[in-house]
């Protein structure tokens, strides 16, 4: 691919350069650890990777972080699967958390805002006591360090109390978002037995109330390791029998007592989606989360106590853990409960405008959803406060990036991030001193030795290849939730290219050092060996405004031949018409390439999602080779079942 992007769409400042967190620490590493104080990022970068121990003792004393007991080393093993961080320190992620309380106790730590109300907040000291308060109401129902504490809760601060509760004692928390059904919740918690429930009594999303009391019952009666159930009251109903009441737990007035664990000390389980069997449940570590959470967002995010940190998420996503964790750097965090789009598409700009937003966090779809909706951010909203506007969970477009600089302001710095559940934070993206290219990420992170591999581990430059880690992060999983022997994990990760993280994306790093992002690998679109990663397709086509969304999938046939067919969900009044299908067709053919034309283009009632939010392709790929439904998908893991059916109907006409 070209990568000769003739100018940048957006450079900081000479003075926002020199004012970023990440100039400071490098100057500040050059004196204290031998960075390179000159060649700017790409220098600390090459120094991060090639001085591993060295960059990550420099990251916990610049944040001070407060080990209990002392580390032995920086990295003990670093074989991947497998290495050890840090042995013999302890430490306390909730402690982190919840150290501004000490200098800024009145200023808010959390921003609430549902779809009814302006912003309430919380202050630090408040929080701090909530915390302590739930904390040695837990140590009181017997909950000790290593017990699982799960909640079926939305973006609430009840939410962000629990887990710093539970963190507090050293259990390990759990969560998902009160839209998931019972099914999908028990095959996420059943793995990991939890010893309490933190449970609403419904939602409100869109509009409407959803009532949730059925689903909390058929949770406590398959949940047989459940202590305590907690209610908490969000549409104003009565405890259910046996339950305890939220208030109840949190209303003393006490200090909240850290229990100092070791570094690598489970924090919290993450589920992946978990398209086909059990979703994995992916453990992270008090102190590899800590030290990851604090390079990302107080260097790569440059947050900090004047910031005010909002990322559209449920707690279904790791990114509500990355949220939560904007606490660490002293940053107040906005939490929204609600839908992205109600009462209008604009409803994410309303927010970070009642809320004074520095950083604003969303998905590539819901730009692009604004940009066709024909949302004026900066006409309609007071966005002035507004530094960066970073997305996830897919590729974000170009005509994305033109939209943000467009429509919100030319000065604003955009940030396409890339990581996965499988890490709780990003192997590449938001660099504040760098620029932005259009369709680019800035760069991989610090400490983050990011390559693309062709199949035979030869890194590549401007080529699209395989997404490789070749060193250790402190954010990888310590070991996944019932893997004794530790095969799952490592199939999931080591397999192909032993000793060496691949992620499963196809990715072209730039000769300029930026990263471009294709889409997952495992569902490559290889047309007469040209491999092209579906996201392209769908930044192609999706432009067409009848195309609300699409899917592609490739199949190889038995006969050696390939079946690339395109699905389309078309916008309200389109019509797949002749006229729409040759536009289609040569909007691909033109912008991508010949080979990629797909064979059929089908019209869809809709598009299937993991509960994240994510297209299904894997899955779909196996109903149209013939599996049968149950076989190819975990239904619980899908947002809408009936919406596969249309495809497993689709393979059974053409067998």
Known sequence: MSTANPSPLWQPTEERIAQAQITKFQAWAAEQHGAP???????????????????????????????????????????????????????????????????????????????????VGVTWSELRRQVGSLAAELRALGVRPGDRVSGYLPNVPQAVVALLATAAVGGVWTSCAPDFGARSVLDRFQQVEPVVLFTVDGYRYGGKEHDRRDTVAELR????????????PLLGTQAPDGALEWSALTSADVEPVFEQVPFDHPLWVLYSSGTTGLPKAIVQSQGGILVEHLKQLGLHCDLGPEDRFFWYTSTGWMMWNFLVSGLLTGTTIVLYDGSPGYPDTGAQWRIAEH???????????????????????????????????????????????????????????????????????CFAGAVPTLPVYIGELQAPGLGTDLQSWDPSGKPLTDEVGELVVTNPMPSMPIHFWNDPDGSRYHDSYFDTYPGVWRHGDWITVTSRGSVVIHGRSDSTLNRQGVRMGSADIYEAVERLPEIKESLVIGIEQPDGGYWMPLFVHLAPGAVLDEALLSRIKQTIRDQLSPRHVPDEVIEVPGVPHTLTGKRIEVPVKRLLQGASLEKAVNVGSVDNVELLRFYEDLARKRA
Not at 221 to 232: C, Y
């Open 37 to 119: 104080a000159d060649g700017g990022y790409a220098a600390l970068h090459r120094w991060s990777v090639d001085e591993l121990d060295t960059f990550w003792k420099a990251v916990t004393e610049w944040f001070d972080v407060h080990f209990s007991t002392p580390y032995a080393r920086v990295l003990g093993d670093r074989s991947m699967p497998g290495a050890e961080w840090f042995p013999g320190a302890t430490l306390n992620y909730a402690e982190h958390a919840l150290r501004a309380s000490q200098t800024r106790a009145d200023e808010p730590a959390l921003l609430y805002v549902d779809e009814t109300q302006e912003p």
């Open 221 to 232: 009666s398959e949940l047989p390791t459940l202590r305590a159930v907690v209610h908490i």
């Open 355 to 425: 809320t004074g937003a520095t950083f604003f966090g969303t998905s590539a779809a819901y730009v692009m959803a604004c940009r066709k909706a024909g949302v004026h951010p900066s006409r309609d909203f007071d966005l002035a406060r507004v530094q960066c506007v970073a997305t996830t969970g897919s590729p974000l477009p170009p005509d994305g990036f033109r939209w943000l600089h467009d429509e919100v302001r030319d000065g604003l710095w955009i940030a396409s991030v890339s990581g996965g559940t499988d890490v709780c934070s």
